[in-house]
């Protein structure tokens, strides 16, 4: 039938009736229906569809009359339900609540949309999954539990074990247990572009609240992985708020599996500005938060939050964290994340027996190497120093730029840094960096570390003395898109040729 309603017992989820030709008559496309049910005491979901049996049902509709099309009848639809005897009464709505026993639930999912979860299963566990989803040949809706780290399914929903959920013929439900062998398994349920829960392209299922996936625990001790309940933390830098930049150095003497927990700020273009990583004594990233792999936080759009299981080998590792000069704890320019208190990182031993293998060498505020700085808008350290100090210099840079050099130490020394460029409270645009030679950065231009230069806000200049140990370095600066020697409008600063960096080497007796 195209349009039709039916009776939904609210705890069990089952349909108690479903008009059918059954005790109907039928007037052309027209079915009228009189029937009585007999129903036991509790809650009832009644609905009425229209949208009809496929995706086209609706199309090429008569015109005045003169071709029949079901939605002719559109005037005479209706469902009335009237209890022979007063004992029942009609309550508001509820489309959430039905489901409060789940060990996880989706939701009620939309298009486009992603849910998921992580379970910890600790011994054998029998899970019920109860999951409707629309099922075809490729790119509709996905319901699928893996082990941690790997690709291959534990259990995915495909046609052949599930069975018709009424409505279109690809609405598809699942509704049986799954056992599970102790480990950590990601959930996934995800919906395609179109027919979903509100905005349905053809009928929907009998249960259109169980557009998602429900896991009940059935047997055996299987619980939501949250890190924040397990032992205690390793390592915490919670509740960061603007121009942080923090490090733990690590020591790991035996392997170690780690949970790392980061929150942060992703804003236009997919650009992190508050942001966690850990990398290697090398200087190499062994992760690093991502845009692709984090997922909402709650709040603002621009608020994220990614959680990263990592096998540490013995070594030494740096757990780091940056924010910029806006949207952080105590300053949110837009809506907070769902935890506040959380924005920043923060590292769990996965198993408690892998906390003593991991010891925390230092923590705390990152130190950069910053003898004397400029602290006052337009201020500078003084005359340049002469051209044949010079280590490296680029300058005069227009839009989509990107210079880099190296610099060598033969011992410990002094630079000085004077670099101008495009830094807002929303991010680094056009900025310059000294790096090692493995990676690490040792300095770079931020909105804490700058000043006003003049012309425009945006405008910021660095005049700094380092102190740099022995070493291969290389330096680097970037511009963006606008805003730059040639493009300055009417924001120019005062020395628009010094848009870029330059290195001098001091001698020693400076400072």
């Known amino acids: 039938m195209a349009a039709y309603g039916w009776i939904l017992r609210r705890d069990s989820r089952e349909a108690v009736w479903v008009q059918d030709l059954t005790a109907s008559t039928v007037d052309r496309t027209l079915v009228t229906t009189r029937d009585s049910v007999r129903l036991e005491a509790g809650a009832y979901e009644v609905y009425f569809t229209t949208f009809g049996a496929t995706e086209n049902s609706q ?39 039905w489901d409060d026993e789940a060990l996880w639930s989706s939701g009620t999912v939309g298009n486009r949309t992603a849910r998921s979860t992580r379970l910890r299963v600790s011994s054998p566990a029998a899970v019920r999954i109860y999951s409707a989803a629309e099922l075809c040949v490729r790119d509709c809706d996905v319901a699928r539990i893996f082990p941690l780290g790997e690709e291959a399914p534990v259990w995915e929903m495909t046609r052949e074990n599930t069975r018709a959920a009424g409505g279109m013929e690809r609405n598809r439900l699942f509704d049986d247990t799954v056992e599970l062998a102790p480990g950590l398994y990601d959930v996934l349920f995800e919906t395609d572009r179109t027919h979903a829960a509100r905005s349905w392209r053809a009928n929907p299922p009998l249960d259109p609240l169980a557009w998602g996936m429900r896991l009940f625990g059935v047997s055996g001790d299987v619980a939501e992985f949250d890190p924040w309940r397990g032992p205690e933390p390793i390592v915490s830098f919670t509740e960061i708020g603007n121009d942080a930049d923090l490090e733990a150095v690590l020591e790991v003497d035996q392997t170690a599996h780690v949970v790392v927990v980061a929150t942060g700020e992703v804003g236009s273009g997919d650009t992190i500005y508050d942001y966690a990583w850990v990398e290697t004594e090398t200087g190499d990233r062994a992760w690093e938060m991502t845009v692709d792999a984090s997922e909402p936080a709650g709040g603002d759009k621009t608020n994220r939050m990614e959680t990263a299981f990592l096998t540490l080998e013995p070594g030494t590792y740096a757990l780091r964290y940056v924010s910029d000069g ?95 460029g495009e830094i807002t409270d929303g991010g680094q645009y056009d900025f310059g960096w000294i790096d090692t030679a493995d990676g690490s950065r040792v300095w770079e231009m931020t909105r804490r570390n700058t000043r006003e230069a003049g012309g425009n806000a945006i405008n910021r200049l660095y005049d700094g003395i380092l102190e740099l140990d022995p070493g291969r370095y290389v330096v680097g600066f970037e511009t963006d898109f606008s805003h730059a020697v040639g493009d300055f409008g009417g924001g120019e600063p005062p020395n628009p040729e010094a848009w870029g960096i330059r290195v001098f080497l001091l001698p020693p007796s400076d400072g």
């Not at 990182?345 to 505020?365: N, Q, S, W």
């Not at 130190?367 to 280590?391: C, I, K, R």
């Not at 130490?409 to 004077?418: F, P, T, Y």
């Open 59 to 97: 199309r090429g509709r008569g015109t005045l009359g003169l071709r029949t099309h079901w939605t002719n009848d559109a005037k005479y639809w209706r469902l009335v339900v009237s209890p022979k005897r007063d004992v029942a009464r009609v309550v508001r709505f509820q489309n959430e609540g």
């Open 326 to 420: 806006s949207h952080a704890f105590g300053d949110w320019r837009r809506r907070e994340p769902s935890v506040p208190a959380r924005w920043g990182v923060t590292m769990f031993p996965l198993e408690p027996a892998d906390a003593p293998r991991v010891r925390v060498l230092t923590e705390g505020d990152r130190v950069a190497p910053v003898v004397q700085e400029a602290d006052e808008a337009g201020e500078t350290l003084g005359d340049l120093p002469p051209d044949e100090s010079l280590l490296f210099g680029a300058a005069n840079l227009g839009n989509d730029q990107e210079r880099e050099g190296e610099f060598v130490l033969e011992s410990k020394s002094r630079i000085r840094v004077i670099a101008l």
